[in-house]
């Protein structure tokens, strides 16, 4: 079955400080890959997606992820974080057109001023 | 163009009462899903409606249902809520392999 894994359930960075959130899925093929942001009692907000093509992926608010094949992963990068950024981080996949997105258990960012 | 909208916003019902939640998809998106998030966890797929008719569905019980109106709007209906049916339900309408989520209805069953 699909999966998608988040290792990290919580990451603290300094505000100013790089930042990389990892993302790794199981799937015989390469799935649709996404990442969404949730502020507290929020929706979700797409940040990114991989599709195919570049395997390095600009996103909105300065965030990028890069797809490694070999790995099977996804993870998110920002160089530099703002205190803003402090949310709920969730990598997803889908798997076929207007199939179901899979989401993994989300990381969970906070930002030392 | 508007987004995904979702009502109500909030919602409080007892043990053993039955729910209806709405969601309006974005304009041209003819496909709805509807997830469940827990506290802490994340989105779990409760099912998907495309032309009226459910054409996917999670791991849910039937207790979960829905509908799809041929606006596209859609509605979930919870029968017989769970305290663990606590959750805010989110609502996705779906162009090709994209999905746009609403802001979602959070849901607190006493």
Redesign the interface.
């Known amino acids: 079955a699909q999966s ?1 894994t988040q290792p990290d359930i919580h990451i603290t960075v300094s505000e100013g400080a790089s930042l990389e959130l990892r993302c790794n899925y199981s799937y015989g093929a390469t799935p ?1 890959l996404f990442w ?1 942001v949730q502020s507290p ?6 940040l990114l ?1 991989y ?1 195919s093509g570049d395997t390095l992926v600009q996103g909105i608010k300065g965030f990028e992820a890069e797809f490694k094949r070999s790995q099977s992963s996804f993870n998110l990068r920002k160089p530099s974080v703002h205190w803003s950024d402090a949310a709920e981080y ?1 990598c ?1 996949v ?1 798997v076929t ?10 990381t969970s960012l906070s930002v030392i001023p | 163009d508007a987004g995904v909208t979702q009502s109500p916003t909030h919602l409080i019902k007892t043990r053993g009462q039955q729910v209806t939640l709405r969601c309006s998809p974005k304009s041209g998106h003819d496909t709805v899903s509807w997830y469940q998030q827990a506290l802490g966890q994340g989105p779990q797929f409760i099912f998907q409606y495309y032309e009226e008719e459910e054409r996917q569905r999670g791991n849910f019980p039937d207790r979960f249902s829905g509908h799809q109106f041929p606006n596209y709007s859609s509605e979930l209906n919870v029968n017989a809520l769970l305290l663990g049916d606590s959750a805010l339900y989110l609502c996705a309408s779906t162009s090709a392999y994209e999905q746009y989520f609403g802001p979602g209805t959070r849901l607190t069953v006493t």
């Open positions: 998608v649709y969404y009692g929020q929706g979700l907000q797409l997606k599709f969730f997803a889908v057109s207007y199939d179901k997105v899979i989401f993994g258990p989300g």
